[in-house]
Nanobody, 124 residues
Framework: QVQLVESGGGLVQAGGSLRLSCAAS????????MGWFRQTPGKEREFVAHIRWNGAVTYYADSVKGRFTISRDNTKNTVYLQMNSLKPEDTAVYYCAARQYYSGSYNQHDYDYWGQGTQVTVSS
């Protein structure tokens, strides 16, 4: 079992930056691929980024490529999402997720554990 807690969300103006954190507890964090997803009301949860266990491989949705960076610190059991050049369309609840597999996935149904989410609001 893995418990995930996100933090770092908030209100920011367009063009600004935020860094989300996701702290994990429970089973060995380094065994998991970690992902970030986001969701707005009435829409499906959308893939944002994922990172393999050692941080060597990352993958991003086209909508955030070049603006967002996913990273992890296995000594702190934490995964991060650095979000720069934020746009109003980035407004959503952001979730981190853990997948007990060696490779990542953009499909939310491939993830085993989820955090409660953190709200990010970007004003224009």
């Amino acid at each position: 079992q893995v418990q995930l807690v996100e933090s770092g969300g908030g209100l920011v103006q367009a063009g600004g930056s935020l860094r989300l954190s996701c702290a994990a507890s429970g089973a060995a964090f380094s065994r998991y691929v970690m992902g970030w997803f986001r969701q707005t009301p009435g829409k499906e949860r959308e893939f944002v980024a994922h990172i393999r266990w050692n941080g060597a491989v990352t993958y991003y949705a086209d909508s955030v490529k070049g603006r967002f960076t996913i990273s992890r610190d296995n000594t702190k059991n934490t995964v991060y999402l650095q979000m720069n050049s934020l746009k109003p369309e980035d407004t959503a609840v952001y979730y981190c997720a853990a997948r007990q597999y060696y490779s990542g996935s953009y499909n939310q149904h491939d993830y085993d554990y989820w955090g409660q989410g953190t709200q990010v609001t970007v004003s224009s």
